[in-house]
């Protein structure tokens, strides 16, 4: 069998190409192009270079870390069945993720390191990955923290990887997907694409895999058939390069009440 090093990077690219088809077999919103603004930022800079030198950082630290106190030589879990530790780490990291993705909404400062994930206009299968560095540093250093100091399975990491990388694009993929009361639970474009609309996207739709955060906390905006007139930032000085897009969380704050942590 494939080890799943290999295999990896086959289903991550096979299930792109499956959404990009859907897209244009389907699209939820009309007239989308493919190559779109911010495409080639996206997959190059934010896809291939950030993904790599931060998942460095976070190893990184993670290992320093474990390595100063030897946590997981006590294997918390190492003797749990696969599933049950995935489960674990899926649920409880979606709950965090919840939380602290509502509060980047509700507090100017960490508003900063999520904009740039707001700052696309064309939403599709490729739009989740533009996410400042910080933000993915946070995320993820207490996503795969507890995985590797609690002596997960080996493959956990690679596991949590994959299913974050799908999820993610499909939840933000421009498919007109209906899953009916499958909403409830599973989140999908119809909810998390509300979420990027430019209008009311700040106070709904927080849920990144399980819908039923939003629906259990009072978050929830489902209104179907309806859909989004607009994705993106309200403001237009958002920069268009890698860099810019992250020097740019550190501009300072107007005096003026017109900072805004909407959208
Ligand atoms: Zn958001
Ligand atoms: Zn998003």
Known sequence: MMSLEVLSPV????????????????PYTDGQPLFRKGFWTDLGMYTIFQSYLLSWVIFGFIHWLDGQTGISRFQIITSWPVWLQFLLFLITHDLYIYLFHRWQHRNKYLYRI???HHSVGDVDWLAGARSHSLEIVVNQTI????IILLGAAPEMVL????VDTVWGMYIHSNIDVRSG?????????EMHRWHHSKVIGNSINFSTKFAVWD???GTAYLPRPEKPAAYGLSTSNFPQGYFSQHWFAFRPFSKKRVERTEE
């Open 11 to 26: 289903i991550i690219v096979s299930s792109a190409v499956i959404m990009i088809v859907c897209e244009r077999l389907i």
């Open 114 to 116: 999520h904009e740039a």
């Open 143 to 146: 996503e795969f923290l507890p």
């Open 159 to 162: 596991i949590k990887g994959i």
């Open 181 to 189: 009361a499958l909403q409830y639970v599973i989140n999908g474009p």
């Open 215 to 217: 629906w259990l906390f």
